[in-house]
Nanobody
Framework: QVHLVESGGGLVQPGGSLRLSCVAS????????MSWYRQVLGREPELVAAIFDTQNDTNYADSVKGRFTISRDNARNIMYLQMNNLEPEDTAVYYCVILSFWGPDIDAHRPSPVWGQGTQVTVSS
Protein backbone atom coordinates (compact mmCIF):
# COMPACT_ATOMS: atom_id res chain seq x y z
CA GLN A 1 0.00 0.00 0.00
CA VAL A 2 1.30 3.43 -0.94
CA HIS A 3 2.06 5.70 2.00
CA LEU A 4 3.43 9.23 2.22
CA VAL A 5 4.10 10.62 5.70
CA GLU A 6 5.14 14.23 6.20
CA SER A 7 6.84 15.69 9.26
CA GLY A 8 8.79 18.76 10.30
CA GLY A 9 6.10 21.42 10.35
CA GLY A 10 5.60 23.81 13.22
CA LEU A 11 5.51 27.42 14.35
CA VAL A 12 8.39 29.64 13.30
CA GLN A 13 9.04 33.38 13.33
CA PRO A 14 9.39 35.34 10.09
CA GLY A 15 12.88 34.91 8.70
CA GLY A 16 13.22 31.49 10.29
CA SER A 17 13.76 28.08 8.73
CA LEU A 18 12.12 24.67 8.74
CA ARG A 19 12.90 21.39 7.00
CA LEU A 20 10.00 19.19 5.99
CA SER A 21 10.45 15.47 5.38
CA CYS A 22 8.30 12.99 3.48
CA VAL A 23 8.86 9.27 4.03
CA ALA A 24 7.52 7.14 1.18
CA SER A 25 6.66 3.45 1.11
CA UNK A 26 4.74 0.93 -0.96
CA UNK A 27 6.10 1.91 -4.38
CA UNK A 28 9.38 2.38 -6.26
CA UNK A 29 10.22 5.83 -4.94
CA UNK A 30 13.24 6.36 -7.19
CA UNK A 31 11.12 5.99 -10.33
CA UNK A 32 8.55 8.71 -9.73
CA UNK A 33 8.52 12.48 -9.78
CA MET A 34 7.60 14.01 -6.42
CA SER A 35 6.38 17.36 -5.25
CA TRP A 36 5.37 19.58 -2.36
CA TYR A 37 2.00 21.30 -2.48
CA ARG A 38 0.63 23.69 0.09
CA GLN A 39 -2.92 24.72 0.86
CA VAL A 40 -4.49 27.53 2.83
CA LEU A 41 -7.99 26.87 4.10
CA GLY A 42 -10.51 27.97 1.50
CA ARG A 43 -8.00 28.13 -1.34
CA GLU A 44 -6.83 25.76 -4.06
CA PRO A 45 -3.64 23.80 -3.41
CA GLU A 46 -0.48 25.42 -4.76
CA LEU A 47 2.45 23.48 -6.20
CA VAL A 48 5.54 25.01 -4.59
CA ALA A 49 8.34 22.61 -5.59
CA ALA A 50 8.84 19.52 -7.72
CA ILE A 51 11.69 17.10 -8.27
CA PHE A 52 12.13 14.56 -11.03
CA ASP A 53 13.30 11.02 -10.28
CA THR A 54 16.87 12.28 -10.14
CA GLN A 55 18.23 15.33 -8.35
CA ASN A 56 19.04 17.11 -11.56
CA ASP A 57 15.65 18.49 -12.46
CA THR A 58 13.79 20.66 -9.97
CA ASN A 59 11.14 23.34 -10.34
CA TYR A 60 9.89 26.02 -7.97
CA ALA A 61 6.96 28.39 -7.78
CA ASP A 62 8.03 31.99 -8.17
CA SER A 63 6.82 32.72 -4.65
CA VAL A 64 9.44 30.42 -3.09
CA LYS A 65 12.32 30.60 -5.55
CA GLY A 66 15.61 31.32 -3.82
CA ARG A 67 14.17 30.47 -0.39
CA PHE A 68 13.04 26.82 -0.66
CA THR A 69 15.08 23.82 -1.78
CA ILE A 70 13.59 20.45 -2.68
CA SER A 71 15.72 17.31 -2.53
CA ARG A 72 15.37 13.57 -2.27
CA ASP A 73 17.28 10.58 -0.95
CA ASN A 74 16.31 7.69 -3.19
CA ALA A 75 18.28 5.20 -1.07
CA ARG A 76 16.13 6.02 1.98
CA ASN A 77 12.85 6.84 0.19
CA ILE A 78 12.72 10.33 1.68
CA MET A 79 11.98 13.71 0.13
CA TYR A 80 12.81 17.01 1.81
CA LEU A 81 11.81 20.65 1.58
CA GLN A 82 14.28 23.07 3.15
CA MET A 83 12.48 26.35 3.77
CA ASN A 84 14.55 29.43 4.61
CA ASN A 85 13.65 33.05 5.18
CA LEU A 86 10.06 32.08 5.87
CA GLU A 87 7.33 34.68 5.47
CA PRO A 88 3.83 34.84 7.00
CA GLU A 89 2.49 34.15 3.49
CA ASP A 90 4.13 30.72 3.65
CA THR A 91 1.67 29.66 6.36
CA ALA A 92 -0.23 26.63 5.06
CA VAL A 93 -0.60 22.87 5.30
CA TYR A 94 2.19 21.30 3.25
CA TYR A 95 1.57 18.02 1.43
CA CYS A 96 3.90 15.47 -0.12
CA VAL A 97 2.44 14.42 -3.47
CA ILE A 98 3.35 11.97 -6.22
CA LEU A 99 3.21 13.66 -9.62
CA SER A 100 1.34 11.89 -12.42
CA PHE A 101 2.72 14.12 -15.17
CA TRP A 102 6.01 16.00 -15.48
CA GLY A 103 5.52 18.87 -17.88
CA PRO A 104 7.93 21.32 -19.51
CA ASP A 105 7.54 23.70 -16.58
CA ILE A 106 6.02 23.76 -13.11
CA ASP A 107 2.67 25.03 -14.36
CA ALA A 108 2.30 21.91 -16.51
CA HIS A 109 2.95 19.36 -13.77
CA ARG A 110 -0.07 17.40 -12.55
CA PRO A 111 -0.60 15.68 -9.19
CA SER A 112 -1.64 12.08 -8.77
CA PRO A 113 -4.38 11.17 -6.29
CA VAL A 114 -1.65 10.08 -3.84
CA TRP A 115 -1.15 12.71 -1.14
CA GLY A 116 0.23 12.55 2.37
CA GLN A 117 -1.75 13.66 5.40
CA GLY A 118 -0.06 17.06 5.50
CA THR A 119 1.98 19.01 8.03
CA GLN A 120 1.08 22.48 9.28
CA VAL A 121 3.57 25.31 8.84
CA THR A 122 2.79 28.55 10.66
CA VAL A 123 4.96 31.62 10.24
CA SER A 124 4.11 34.25 12.83
CA SER A 125 5.76 36.53 15.35
Amino acid sequence: QVHLVESGGGLVQPGGSLRLSCVASGFTFSSVAMSWYRQVLGREPELVAAIFDTQNDTNYADSVKGRFTISRDNARNIMYLQMNNLEPEDTAVYYCVILSFWGPDIDAHRPSPVWGQGTQVTVSS
